[in-house]
């Protein structure tokens, strides 16, 4: 009776121990995630590692066979358990002078800026006109050590993590804060405060690459990291940043997404509810009225529209001239209609007549517009 007992013993510790590792392998890979920082890594209410990067790293273990375990942890946490060699890897975060002291960093995932949001009730017309509020952070997020170098003279409140932030920007007792664009974004949604605060998109505080991390003296690791994201096929890639941003911006990300100038009225704007408005925006909403295709809007600062298109972000452009440039990388569609470009000067000027008469005249360009592609051809440069 002894004997079996002592079997039936030896039986239950074995097979905890290949239940334990089997939720453990060794050769899987740690790697601790922000457990709010949606739209980019998250915990979903189920409990799983969610959100656009979290989803890299699914699609490159799932391609190379590597097992995973995800750590969700609040912000200073998961820097800390980095820190402590409590974790292998960050699932992505920004660069730092001071984290690149103990981490090791690898190669981009993606960008993204970050703003200053405000209460719409404020008077706030450029990111120095908020020192006179009081303004949350995350503790120990990029944005702390970005306000306490650029703005000393600025009140921050440390909070955990964004539904503690959240809930005193419902009770009013926060009124200005500081996120990663995307993120503000989605917890305002998600909290039903969109409508109550703004932010200046043509703004940022600064624009950043998440990246992937290790502690110092993991180089074995994040090389093989490394090689794993960077063999991430771009058309994956197009297709995850494409559903996580249209989320983040409460789009659906099955319209046909088309990339828009948010500051060139009367063709395209922001209106003051923040929403998209102008000439261009009413044709593309009877276009979608008649062909019965929704269409979502994402504004942007022009290069920045150049670049959605480019990198598949955007499925359209809004509306540009045609050059013999932008034909090297953009289709271009049937006139929509035409408008005049004019050479503008003072009244008490008089013009030398004809474009090859201004040679030796200073004359300023917007970089980004096509002019500026016709005058260094058609204008003499001395």
């Not at 190379?64 to 980095?82: D, V, Y």
């Not at 209106?271 to 276009?287: F, S, Y």
Request: charged share 25%; hydrophobic share 40%; proline share 5%.
């Amino acid at each position: 009776m002894v004997l079996t007992r002592f079997f039936i013993v030896l039986l239950l510790l074995f097979s905890a121990q290949g239940a334990f590792a089997a939720e453990q392998p060794d050769d899987s890979l740690s790697v601790v995630y922000c457990e709010d920082c949606a739209p980019f890594e998250f915990q979903n209410s189920e409990g799983g590692a969610d959100g656009l990067i979290m989803d890299y790293w699914k699609f490159w273990a799932e391609a190379s066979g590597t097992n995973l375990n995800f750590k969700p942890a609040p912000w200073k946490e998961s820097l800390r358990m980095l820190r402590e060699g409590k974790a292998d890897a960050h699932a992505g975060l920004f660069y730092s002078k001071e984290r690149d002291e103990y981490l090791q960093f690898g190669v981009s995932l993606c960008r993204s800026d970050t703003h200053i949001f405000y209460h719409k009730a404020l008077p706030v017309e450029n990111n120095d006109d908020i020192s006179a509020y009081r303004v949350g952070v995350i503790s120990g997020d990029l944005s702390e050590e970005f306000m306490r170098e650029k703005q000393p003279e600025t009140i921050l409140v440390e909070y955990p993590d964004f539904d503690a932030m959240m809930k005193d920007l419902k009770n009013g007792k926060l009124k200005v804060f500081v996120a990663e664009t995307l993120v503000g974004l989605s917890y305002l949604r998600e909290n039903n405060l969109i409508s109550k605060f703004h932010y200046k998109p043509g703004q940022p505080l600064y624009r950043n690459d998440w990246r992937v991390a290790v502690p110092e003296g993991r180089k074995q690791i994040l090389d093989t990291v490394n090689k794993g994201m960077s063999g991430l096929r771009t058309e994956e890639k197009r297709s995850l940043n494409r559903k996580w941003v249209a989320a983040a911006h409460g789009r659906d990300p099955e319209s046909l997404t088309i990339a828009l100038d948010r500051d060139y009225p009367p063709f395209s704007l922001l209106g003051p509810n923040g929403e998209p408005a102008g000439l261009l925006v009413d044709l593309w909403r009877a276009w979608s009225s008649q062909t019965g295709i929704p269409v979502d809007f994402m504004p942007d600062s022009w290069t920045g529209t150049i670049e959605a298109v480019k990198n598949g972000n955007a499925d359209i452009h809004s509306g540009l001239f045609m050059s013999k440039e932008r034909e090297k990388y953009f289709h271009f569609s049937r006139p929509l209609f035409g408008v005049d470009t004019a050479l503008f000067f003072r009244a008490d000027r008089i013009l030398p007549g004809g474009l090859d008469k201004l040679g030796g005249e200073k004359g300023s360009c917007a970089g980004w517009f096509v002019s500026t592609e016709l005058s260094e051809t058609e204008i003499p440069a001395d």
